[in-house]
């Protein structure tokens, strides 16, 4: 065993270590951490902005935004992990006569969580991002595999946690970070050790769909398969109909060309295919469209293999058979620059051809005319698992199509009423994460406060005295939280 394995595995042993300490802390005590960490990002100075705009060419402002939204990010989670929501307390009394049994129930942490660092989200999707946050609220320790895009962010990042746990006087072992891409020495993986060890319980994934497969395929061959929660890729389609098109082509094609090539286009959320029936209002929204994205000037991407990637991927699809390029940046690109590039295709090639439903990172978009409405409702039923899917129409196009909606509400996460997707807001009723390919467990987000479901388990309490229960179920409820006893919400009372 060499050095680089010594270690991983003594950062996985001091992880399952700290989860008995974390087992025993309040809500109370981790959203207090959580502010904390929160503070200490907050206060981190330019160099923080300007190492990250060094290793990714994101813009500043970009990255300024980034880093308020992943300061709110712990502290909405934080509040809310406080309210007791996701402990879901429930208590059943007991009952003498009726030789009742008291039975109490409560979430708690599901063990030590590996979360991988995603490559468009310095910030907010990686070292100490929503899953870092989420997997502590929820009382699990973190071990964070660092992206290589970004090594020396995320290692600001890892350090402004650290001193936090220190100044709490946590043990070492509630947050370990790790980067480097194999086990010094061998083939063998960072990533995939980490997944396959035995004593780590879950897994939180940002990134392509053949990395997130990889991960949930050697979590699920363990002796003890384990939870893969993974965000992957996604064409988030957008169905545009006759009425609004009729009303609003060129503002639409404004505003789909704006979103289609936000960030050089690398969002999970990039609405990568856009459908409509053939007519004079679709002939206008391509002309519109084409205009806008000529004059979109190619912008750097976040690195080197994802440019490459983008190259290849643009080539293959523009490349296949019955397809057609209809808009392209007027600016020549240069090496690592994502050139926008729009391609058109019928509805019955891309129903007879998959490789035009696959995901293109990077600003690319096909957009494919349709015949009539039996092809789009067959575009809708043929659809993989997405993110999002857009209805941009007016209400007298959704009561028309009713048939499109019905369908895509079992194929998103979240399906938007006009607007384009991506605008990601950190909220309760968010949903980002939908049905697979798009994620591996369409039940949860990674987006909200509601991520912090992915890392707790049940566990009830059978006729426990009420000295040895947890806080949450104790009878004179210190914490204040809500519960819900014999059936009913009962708030800050004792029972």
Request: charged share 20%; hydrophobic share 40%.
């Amino acid at each position: 065993m060499n050095q680089s394995q010594v270690y991983l595995d003594e950062r996985i042993r001091i992880a399952a270590e700290a989860f008995q300490f974390l087992k025993s802390t309040t809500i109370a005590q981790r959203a207090a951490f959580m502010h904390a960490v929160a503070t200490e990002i907050e206060g981190l100075g330019p160099e923080l902005l300007e190492t990250a705009h060094a290793e990714t060419a994101l813009p500043l402002p970009r990255l300024t935004g980034e880093k308020a939204r992943t300061v709110g990010q712990w502290r909405s989670y934080a509040n809310a992990v406080a309210m007791g929501i996701y402990t879901e307390a429930r208590i059943d009394l007991a009952n003498t006569e009726t030789g009742k049994s008291d039975i109490r129930k409560f979430n708690l942490g599901i063990g030590p969580v590996v979360v991988f660092g995603a490559s468009n989200f310095p910030y907010a999707f990686s070292t100490a991002g929503g899953d870092t946050a989420s997997a502590i609220g929820a009382g699990c320790p973190v071990i964070v595999k660092g992206h290589s895009g970004h090594s020396q962010t995320s290692t600001i990042m890892a350090d402004a946690i650290a001193t936090v746990i220190k100044e709490f006087g946590w043990p070492e072992g509630v947050f370990s970070h790790i980067l480097g891409a194999h086990i010094e020495g061998t083939d063998t993986k960072i990533g995939a050790y980490l997944t396959a060890h035995p004593l780590v319980k879950a897994v939180g994934f940002t990134g392509s769909y053949w990395g997130g497969k990889a991960l949930f395929d050697i979590a699920n061959q363990r002796e003890e398969p384990i939870p893969v929660f993974a965000e992957m890729g996604s064409i988030n389609p957008v169905f545009a109909f006759t009425h609004l098109l009729t009303d609003r082509a060129e503002d639409l094609a404004k505003e789909y060309a704006a979103s289609l090539t936000l960030g050089v286009g690398q969002f999970c959320t990039n609405p990568g295919v856009f459908i409509a029936v053939k007519g004079d209002a679709l002939e206008r929204f391509k002309k519109a469209l084409a205009s806008a994205i000529a004059t979109i000037a190619p912008g750097t991407m976040l690195n080197e293999g994802i440019y490459e990637h983008f190259e290849k991927n643009k080539i293959t699809l523009s490349s296949q058979h019955a397809v057609a390029v209809i808009a392209e940046s007027s600016v020549e690109s240069t090496r690592g620059q994502g050139r926008p590039r729009i391609i058109r295709t019928s509805a019955s090639n891309f129903l007879k051809n998959q490789v035009l439903s696959e995901e293109v990172f990077g600003p690319f978009a096909v957009l494919v005319e349709a015949e009539n409405d039996d092809e789009v409702l067959a575009i809708a039923q043929q659809l993989k698992g997405q993110l999002t899917i857009t209805i941009a129409g007016t209400k007298e196009d959704v009561q028309e199509h009713l048939d499109v909606f019905n369908v895509v509400k079992d194929k998103a996460g979240r399906i938007l009423f006009n607007g384009m997707p991506t605008g990601v807001e950190v909220v309760y009723a968010m949903q980002h994460g939908g049905p697979f390919p798009s994620c591996t467990d369409p039940r949860f987000t990674s987006v909200g406060p509601d991520a912090v479901k992915r890392f707790v388990r049940p566990l009830s309490f059978q006729n426990w005295p009420d000295e040895f229960l947890p806080e949450e179920l104790k009878n004179e409820n210190p914490l204040g939280i809500a519960r819900i006893v014999d059936g009913a919400v009962v708030t800050k009372t004792s029972i």
